[in-house]
């Protein structure tokens, strides 16, 4: 056992309202500079939608992340190391501009000095590239509130597994917002595309960061992270990427995206992973195995084993009360209600999501029965909007059980409590059909609703 | 690992690297030595934070740290310091939203308006001018104004380039100069001041304000104007607006979005819903598209546009039938009589035929056997005792509110008394009632007979409020006579499930379950159910109808008054909670009473010649069992009728300059109001709206700021432009027919444009406004000065700080006012001097003008029905003492009148004294002078601020204490305990700029925070009995004014939205024209301006972070269904044309949108990527480019109860969501 502590965040996509305060924030902190008036270190995505930069999932195309060999051992999907030096001058394997957008502004001083004319002066959008005048075809959240679109659903990746069960029509509508960041994972394939060991994991906390005197541009990272979170800065011609804002970190303050966050859904903590066990548990066979197989990575805190091992790494007592006190352990562990974001990629994300709940379609409804009461409940689970295998293929490699799960319980915790608010007495049999004592879900429910700043970082 | 080369290759990096490479080679971890990262330490490092906000019109209201490095505001994230809601609640923080996070962009951007600019033709005029007129600006300004041609030079030049940089000096002389030639010339009332909202940043809204009052200019009205104003709350509630705090959705069990997008237009509050629900929440979305909120309902409900009132008269249907007759539920019944006119007895009224309809409110006054001299007896309402049968007056209405005799009665305590809901037991009689109905597609009136219980009281028949609704409703009873629903499915009887299916599109069983669930958790909860309601219900033409439906769903099941209960109206910011410091000052109300405040959308309707391009008269809204009251009336009439009633405000007043109206009584030897009078009557004088476009009755100066009228919020943009401008436009209506051209108002034969002399703007960014403006000054931005910010969606006041001092040449507003006004001063002096001013007062709410029309009766002194006497028949005539040289000297001081008068607030005076006392120690005392020798200093924008606090009960506990003192005599209840915990303390400025401050219970408002509890509105009124402010002093589902009657909407009632095509002749939804005739090719569809995701108005809507997030310019949704009728594709360009104007914008197409409807989000200006339009060969326009105003006939209904005027409390709408537009394809090749 080789214990090593990992920053995390958990973001409740069930909470989250699509608002984007997470990307303006992180990027007035961050990247609102020259040569990276494109970059969002922090984005959220419309989903259904082709996400930024778009179609980033098709892996087919992109070629980030691993695969396993024939033999079973993990290789860069881009292709060995070695071939990856030798493609080192032409990486075809690159989102152009297009893919992200080709970032504008406007030549706002014309509205204050526009001589007398004929006409009301106007402020006309400007390429940041080329400096010309341009009509805008793609921005950085082009998707925003469309819930897919009959115009790009050809194009998306997502939907090419599950055609069948998304219709663009009027009645059919569903949308949830998939914020990202950097997945800070316990496996980086950016770290190790990089030709310049520029990329490293800080041994302390995890985070990934490029080292801005080593990086040499040659933006193999880009291509080898599967969730395009490395970006190039085509003024300094160096790779940039979310820094998990280490210098707030390091000082005990959340992530500017985590503290900013008005829907209240994302929550920062430690968490003790095994070091020994990332290769093993990457290389797990079957995709859909790998969300479990992550979890065994990660080391109960309150394990008197754990614990001395830890002391024995040198990891401070504080670091290990913060990890036994960790709302990411509990989501991801002890609650199992928050999943890896395409663990299929098999870098061991660090960044997991709850998937959201939505709203019930008109079946139920029609049935006349309340999806609220406990005995239509989990019927009510399967007649959700959102597709279960649409979530699923973002966090499970597809497989339905996990979500749906986690679903049922969001839902039981629901059920369980409006005895409680309307002055009932609770039903204990409502935990219980999703394998929870009551005194567990309500104490998920207060972390999840109540969720104080305290207890959120 | 993928090889050995590789393998090799990569461990060779463990020599060249100073850390460690794993063992398995995939990765390199590293401890130490990192310096290569200083780069985002530096980045991070800064050197303060400062506490601000943004004072814009959201109602955010967040608290936010602005991080500033090397003296340069860098950016921006929130606090999260808010006070705690309690350990089992969530928290309100953070609060803020990306707009909010975005707006530091502004500061160093290229679209600041960093200096003075006027618009150099005339700018060159005036210093011609001057120099020729002994360097007299003000003579300068005459002769340019005064030049037809002149004017029109530089008139005609406006919004098209060509503005220059001048100074402070030049520019705020040009400004003060046309202001004294103005209130010289035509009069003080033909200067208007607009700015919105002073909750959003109170003291740089009282800057104008204070100097417009001053001067005797008309501050506009905006919450009416916005059509923000739910007109229902007045006329249910007798209350502005009051709802409760965000936090107090957390306490609701069942919760209605009802036209209400919460993730989008209220971000920082969305959470609480969103983590409601995980409390067991039910909640449920009524929404015509896929909106963002939509996600988090359980239910979603896609009524169509404009029928929501269907809907919720559907679901009333269900809740009076399942909780009122087929059994009774005690909870609800006690709540109805103890708070509700229901129980309250009403006249039947019987016409020529012999039918009878629902008449007035039976009163003291109808009653045989009564005190001899009962006061006040035609406000006193009465019902039946089911204990002894007998009809009794209880406490507690109007009647009481003033008086003698109402002295600690008026109050809602019933004693004994068992208030009769119904007559039917025992029933004497029973009899058909003409029920008024508008379900007719185009809205066109009927009625239909439903029998009610009635009973004869001293010769009166009468029968309940109850009795009326149930038959309204269409839910019969065994033994009433009349049409009745079959039953729920009944699809032909208003207002079944199965009839509302076919007008919204929601399954009749899903309306029925939906308002059944309602009910039944309001039952077991014990009222936490809860509505909140939105623009997208609030701005249509028929609102207060809509609204009615929904307050009947909360006030029939006990909702009202009870924390996570009630009406839940979020459009808008009403909420200044320290009003009373704030209203003196604002209104100047410390140096002279009354201030002109004007009805902006009368204003505007009349003075952008609106009135011009009408195409039906008011009658048209009319029910079949009106009196016909409006008969032959247009709106312009209606309005004019309305202001010499003395209903609502009119200003300009008179056809002549109010200060030689002075002379000319003084003159005369008569007293001012006698001298009006007697001109009135003999015809030598009239009201200016009765001749809007005479010379002598335009609105010559406009000052704006804090706002964005020409890009936001003005109805009808090119009328605007037309008409008050005099440039360029893209108005393709026709003029008014003759047969529905005004009677009583004047019809010139040519509309006069370019009304307006002097468009004066105070901004920091470009905005639709400015670049129209004839002087545009550059004002301070949010981070750069000193204010306060409250709002109704927390408890908190907070304030706002100067993180950099204001750049450039940039000013806050309150020393950009004073500016002004020691300019105006100083030139005021000489050219004016001091003069007389004759005011008119329309008859006020909260004070006993509100019995100025026992029930309501319509006499209008000028057809003969009445006398004209000031203050009861026609608005009030008050002297006001000017001197102009003083003006700049009063603004900086706080005058002797809040000495002497006090301040009220809602019918509650307070004395001011002490509080006075302390402000000259705190802020200071004047020295020397003509005027404030002596006050307290209002010079720094920080005095202004601990002003408004220290004279607020809100904010100063020792006055809320007083006020519910007071209101204790009067009501004869127990109040003053809810300031107790807080009687000694007191908010000051120093506070404010800690964590949010926690404000105090007071009678100001209607709701109590005491304990820590979450606000909720009228929780005050239900624990104490305190009555509202309305005629029986319980909300009211019944309004028996005349015109009510005559619209037929004295009950809650459906009316569809304006058909458009009937009324002004556009073509009929889902037409497609290939263009032929005179028609525009393309498709007609409902044309709706919710709230943008990516501005908050037209604020941030430029904002390069907001337009990179976005479409990056205007653009319009549509259904995918409907863009295929007319071949366009996503992000292709369209026009959207009618006969108001034209539009460029860029399509999204997205099957979340509902066929039939677009969607244009509000105020996206017209500065960002506006094309040519094809259409018009002129640029594009904006949102209001394609509405226009039309007033609704009941929202000038004044001096009765509590349909009596207040500011920004009664008022006609501004609405616009009833029009139509059609959508076509245009070529891709756009020109600039």
Redesign the interface.
């Known amino acids: 056992m080789r214990v090593m502590a990992q920053m995390a965040m958990v973001m409740n996509l069930?909470?989250c309202?699509?608002?984007?305060?997470c990307?303006?924030?992180c990027?007035?902190?961050?990247t609102?500079r020259a040569g990276t008036e494109y970059i969002w270190f922090n984005n959220v995505e419309t989903r259904p939608g082709l996400g930024y930069p778009r179609t980033y999932e098709d892996q087919e195309r992109w070629k980030g992340g691993w695969e396993l060999?024939k033999r079973g051992?993990?290789?860069?999907k881009a292709g060995?190391?070695?071939k990856?030096?030798m493609t080192i001058f032409s990486n075809p394997k690159l989102p152009s501009i297009g893919e992200y957008?080709e970032?504008?502004?406007?030549d706002?001083?014309t509205?204050?000095d526009?001589?007398?004319?004929?006409?009301?002066?106007?402020?006309?959008?400007k390429s940041l590239i080329s400096g010309k005048d341009m009509k805008?075809?793609w921005?950085?959240?082009?998707d925003?509130?469309?819930?897919?679109?009959?115009?790009t659903a050809h194009r998306d990746p997502m939907l090419a597994k599950i055609a069948e069960k998304v219709k663009?029509?009027?009645e059919q509508?569903?949308?949830?917002y998939l914020p990202r960041i950097c997945e800070h994972c316990l496996?980086?394939s950016c770290?190790?595309s990089c030709p310049s060991?520029a990329?490293?994991?800080?041994?302390?906390d995890g985070i990934v960061?490029v080292?801005?005197?080593?990086c040499r541009g040659w933006r193999k990272c880009v291509s080898g992270c599967p969730y395009k979170k490395i970006y190039f800065n085509h003024r300094t011609g160096k790779a940039e990427k979310c820094?998990f804002?280490?210098?707030?970190i390091e000082v005990g303050l959340p992530t500017?995206c985590a503290?900013?966050?008005?829907?209240?859904l994302r929550y920062i903590g430690l968490m003790l992973y095994d070091?020994d066990k990332?290769?093993e548990a990457a290389s797990t066979e079957d995709d859909q195995g790998l969300y479990e197989a992550q979890r065994e990575v990660f080391l109960d805190p309150s394990d008197p084993e754990v614990i001395r091992e830890a002391e024995k790494a040198g990891i401070a007592r504080d670091w290990i009360l913060a990890a036994q006190r960790s709302p990411i352990y509990a989501l991801i562990n002890t609650y199992k209600v928050a999943l890896p974001l395409h663990p299929e990629y098999r870098t061991m994300p660090m960044v997991w999501y709850i998937p959201?709940l939505?709203?019930?379609v008109d079946v139920v409804?029609?049935t006349?029965e309340?999806?609220?009461d406990k005995g239509n409940l989990f019927a009510a689970i399967d007649a959700l909007r959102i597709p279960v295998e649409y979530l699923a293929e973002l966090f499970t490699a597809g497989e339905v059980e996990p979500v749906d799960a986690v679903l049922k319980k969001?839902a039981a915790?629901?059920?369980?409590?409006?005895?409680?608010?309307?002055?009932r007495e609770p039903d204990a049999s409502i935990p219980a059909a999703v394998g929870m004592s009551e005194e567990e879900m309500y104490d998920m429910?207060r972390l999840?609703?109540?969720?104080?700043?305290d207890e959120r970082y | 690992m993928d090889g050995p080369l590789s393998d090799a290759l990569v461990r060779s990096r463990r020599f060249f690297t100073k850390g460690t490479v794993s063992d398995d080679l995939r990765s390199l971890t590293k401890k130490g030595g990192r310096e290569a990262d200083d780069f985002y330490r530096d980045r991070w490092s800064h050197d303060k934070v400062v506490r601000s906000t943004h004072g814009v019109n959201c109602t955010g209201s967040c608290s936010w740290k602005v991080y500033v490095k090397d003296g340069i505001i860098t950016w921006e994230t929130q606090q999260t310091d808010y006070p705690s809601a309690g350990p089992d609640s969530p928290e309100y923080e953070p609060r803020g939203c990306p707009r909010g996070a975005a707006f530091s962009w502004y500061t160093y951007s290229p679209t600041r308006v960093r200096y003075p600019y006027v618009r150099g033709v005339l700018l060159e005029m005036f210093r011609e001018a001057k120099s020729q007129h002994g360097g007299d600006p003000v003579l300068a300004w005459a002769h340019i104004v005064e030049s037809p041609q002149r004017a029109k030079a530089y008139k005609s030049a406006r919004g098209k380039g060509g503005l220059v940089r001048a100074s402070w000096e030049e520019a705020s002389e040009i400004v003060a100069a046309a202001h004294v030639h103005t209130i010289k010339k035509y009069g003080p009332d033909r200067v208007a001041g607009f700015s919105p909202i002073p909750a959003m940043s109170m003291v740089s809204h009282a800057s104008g304000a204070r100097f417009i009052n001053l001067v005797g200019g008309s501050m506009l009205s905006f919450y009416d104007w916005y059509a923000d104003l739910p007109v229902a709350s007045p006329q249910v509630f007798g209350d502005q607006t009051d709802v409760p705090e965000s936090g107090d959705w957390w306490n609701a069990g069942y919760l209605i979005m009802w036209g209400s997008n919460l993730p989008v237009t209220r971000t920082p509050d969305a959470h609480w819903m969103v983590e409601a629900r995980y409390r067991g929440q039910k909640v449920v979305a009524v929404a015509p598209d896929y909106a963002d909120n939509v996600k988090f309902a359980d239910e979603w409900l896609p009524a169509r546009p404009g029928t929501d009132a269907a809907l919720a008269m559907a679901m009333g249907h269900v809740v009076l039938k399942e909780f009122f007759v087929d059994r009774d539920t005690p909870y609800f019944t006690e709540y109805v009589k103890t708070y509700t006119d229901l129980p309250h007895l009403v006249r039947l009224d019987e016409a020529a035929d012999g039918t009878l309809t629902a008449g007035k409110f039976l009163t003291a006054a109808d009653l045989a056997v009564t005190d001899e001299d009962e006061e006040n007896a035609a406000f006193k309402t009465v019902l039946i005792d089911a204990v002894t049968d007998q009809p009794v007056v209880p406490n507690g209405s109007l009647g009481h509110r003033y008086g003698e005799t109402g002295v600690g009665r008026w109050n809602l305590d019933l004693g004994d008394v068992d208030p009769r809901l119904s007559l039917l037991e025992g029933a004497e009689e029973t009899v058909l009632v003409r029920m008024p109905r508008f379900d007719n597609p185009d809205g066109a009136a009927a009625d239909l007979p439903r029998g009610v219980p009635a009973r004869r009281v001293d010769g009166h028949l009468v029968t309940t409020v109850f009795d009326l609704l149930l038959a309204q409703y269409g839910v019969g009873r065994d033994g009433l006579p009349g049409e009745w629903a079959a039953g729920y499915d009944d699809a032909e009887a208003p207002y079944t499930p199965a009839w509302q299916e076919a007008i919204t599109g929601v399954p009749a069983s899903t309306a029925a379950r939906i308002g059944r669930e309602f009910a039944a958790n309001a039952e077991e909860s014990r009222g936490r159910s809860m509505i909140v309601m939105g623009a997208g219900t609030n701005h249509w033409f028929h609102s207060d109808t809509i609204y009615r439906a929904f307050l009947t769903l909360t006030n029939l099941t006990g909702c009202q008054g009870v924390n996570g209960g009630g009406w839940a109206h979020y459009v808008g910011q009403e909420k200044v909670r320290p009003i009373t410091g704030y209203t003196q000052i604002a209104n100047a109300l410390d140096w002279n009473r009354p201030p002109r405040n004007m009805i902006q959308t009368a204003y505007w309707y009349l003075h952008t010649n609106q009135f011009r391009y009408d195409q039906f008269g008011a009658d048209t809204l009319s029910a079949t069992t009106g009196a016909g009251q409006l008969a032959g009336k247009s709106t312009a009439d209606v309005i004019a009728q309305s202001a010499r009633m003395g209903w609502m405000p009119s200003y300009p007043t008179f056809d002549r300059n109010p200060l030689d109206l002075s002379d000319d009584a003084a003159n005369a030897g008569k007293p001012v109001s006698d001298y009006v009078v007697e001109q009135l009557k003999s015809g030598e004088l009239d009201f200016a709206g009765e001749d809007p476009d005479a010379a002598q009755n335009y609105p010559r100066i406009l000052s704006i700021w804090r706002a964005n009228l020409l890009g936001s919020s003005g109805k009808g943009n090119e009328y605007f432009l037309k008409h008050l401008l005099g440039t360029d436009s893209s108005v393709r209506a026709t003029e008014t027919p003759e047969e529905h051209r005004p009677v009583d108002v004047t019809w010139r034969d040519e509309a006069p444009e370019g009304k307006l002399d002097l468009l004066m703007t105070i901004d920091f960014r470009q905005t639709s406004t400015t670049i129209f403006s004839d002087v545009v000054l550059p004002a301070a931005t949010w981070y750069e000065k000193h204010d306060l910010n409250t709002t109704d969606m927390h408890p908190f006041v907070h304030s706002f700080n100067p993180a950099i001092a204001p750049p450039w040449q940039t000013r806050t507003d309150w020393d950009a006012w004073q500016t002004i006004a020691e300019k105006f001063s100083s030139l005021g002096a000489t050219h004016l001097g001091v003069r007389k001013d004759v005011v008119a007062v329309p008859l006020t709410h909260d004070t006993p003008d509100a019995m100025a029309n026992p029930h309501g009766v319509v006499r209008d002194w000028k057809k003969g029905e009445c006398e004209p006497i000031p203050g009861v028949t026609m608005p009030k005539l008050v002297e006001v003492e000017r001197d102009y040289g003083a003006v700049a000297e009063k603004m900086n001081a706080l005058g002797p009148l809040v000495d002497t008068l006090g301040a009220t607030t809602k019918g509650v005076t307070f004395e001011l004294g002490e509080q006075v006392e302390y402000l000259r120690h705190k802020n200071g005392t004047v020295r020397g002078g003509v005027a404030a020798d002596g006050r307290p200093s209002l010079k720094r924008d920080v005095d202004v601020c601990e002003a408004i606090l220290t004279m607020s009960g809100t904010t100063n506990g020792h006055l809320a204490t007083q006020g519910f003192k007071t209101l204790e005599k009067r009501t004869g209840v127990r109040l003053a305990d809810l300031a107790e915990e807080h009687a000694g303390k007191q908010i000051t400025f120093a506070d404010t700029q800690g964590p949010p401050v926690p404000v105090i219970t007071s009678p100001e408002w209607s709701g109590s925070e005491t304990g820590g509890r979450r606000y909720s509105p009228f929780t005050i009124n239900v624990e104490r009995k305190k009555p509202w402010h309305t005629l029986t002093g319980r909300m009211h589902f019944y309004l028996d004014h005349d015109w009510m009657t005559e619209l037929g909407e004295g009950l809650p009632v459906y009316r569809p939205p304006l058909n458009m095509a009937a009324l002004f002749a556009e073509p009929a939804l889902g037409n497609v024209s290939d263009g032929s005739g005179d028609q525009v090719e393309g498709l007609t569809v409902r044309y709706l301006t919710p709230h943008n995701k990516w501005s908050i108005h037209s604020e941030y809507q430029d904002n390069l972070f907001m337009l990179s997030l976005s479409r990056g310019g205007q653009n319009i949704w549509m259904s995918d269904r409907d863009a295929v009728k007319v071949g366009i594709r996503d992000n292709d360009w369209i026009e959207a044309v009618n006969r108001n104007g034209v539009v460029v914008a860029r399509a999204i197409v997205s099957h979340r949108m509902p066929e039939g409807t677009v969607y244009m989000y509000h105020a996206q200006d017209r500065l960002i990527d506006v094309p040519i339009a094809e259409t018009s060969g002129k640029r594009g326009g904006i949102h209001n480019s394609l509405t226009r105003l039309l007033v609704k006939p009941s929202h000038l209904i004044g001096g009765y109860a509590q349909l009596t005027y207040a500011f920004n409390y009664l008022g006609p709408t501004g609405n616009q969501r009833d029009e139509v537009t059609i959508i076509r394809k245009r070529s891709q090749d756009v020109e600039y």
């Open positions: 069930d909470k309202i699509g608002c984007h305060t990307s303006v924030t990027k007035q902190a961050w609102n060999d051992r993990m290789k860069l060995g190391r070695f990856n030096l957008y970032p504008w502004t406007y706002y001083s509205l204050t526009a001589p007398a004319q004929e006409h009301t002066p106007v402020a006309r959008p805008i075809e921005s950085a959240n082009w925003d509130d469309l819930g897919g679109s009959t115009e663009f029509e009027f509508t569903f949308m949830f496996n980086p770290a190790a060991g990329i490293y994991k800080r041994e302390e960061l080292d801005q005197d080593k820094t804002c280490f210098p707030r500017v503290e900013t966050c008005v829907g209240r070091a990332v290769l959201p939505s709203p019930v409804q029609e006349g309340d999806a609220e969001l915790m629901r059920c369980y409590m409006r005895d409680i608010n309307m002055g429910y999840l609703a109540i969720a104080k700043y």
